[in-house]
């Protein structure tokens, strides 16, 4: 109930909160171009640098993501093989939803990169 509290109020100010999803989409459609650091995700993406390692933790755990190297300083991932399968099934749901229209229900569809 607070979270909705905080978002609708966010919204009144018109700024809206990126959803979770939207923002480890966001990750890993940027490790498509390849092998980043945590600092250039976060430049690249416009998300907060702890955000960014946040989300990359949970990314890690569901396979999507691969730590190549690891060190005191920089830790620097790439996308997976599951990450790659992931996002290719994410755009074919959104192009099967962009075919399906329900009457009387806009709404605003996502862009994948092909």
């Known amino acids: 109930m607070k979270k909705e509290v905080e978002y609708a109020s966010s919204e009144e100010n018109g700024s809206s909160k990126r959803t979770f999803s939207l923002l480890r989409n966001t990750i890993l459609i940027e490790l498509l ?28 755990g569901k396979k999507y ?25 994410a755009r074919k749901d959104i192009e099967q939803w962009e075919q399906t229209d329900v009457p009387g229900v806009s709404v605003e569809k996502p862009e994948v990169p092909k």
Do not use: M, P
């Open 33 to 60: 171009n390849g092998a980043r650091t945590i600092n250039q995700l976060a430049i690249n993406t416009n998300i907060n640098w702890k955000t960014v390692e946040s989300h990359l933790t949970y990314l890690l």
């Open 65 to 89: 993501v691969n730590e190549i190297f690891s060190s005191k300083f920089v830790r620097i991932f790439d996308l997976s093989e599951q990450g790659k399968a992931y996002l290719n099934q």
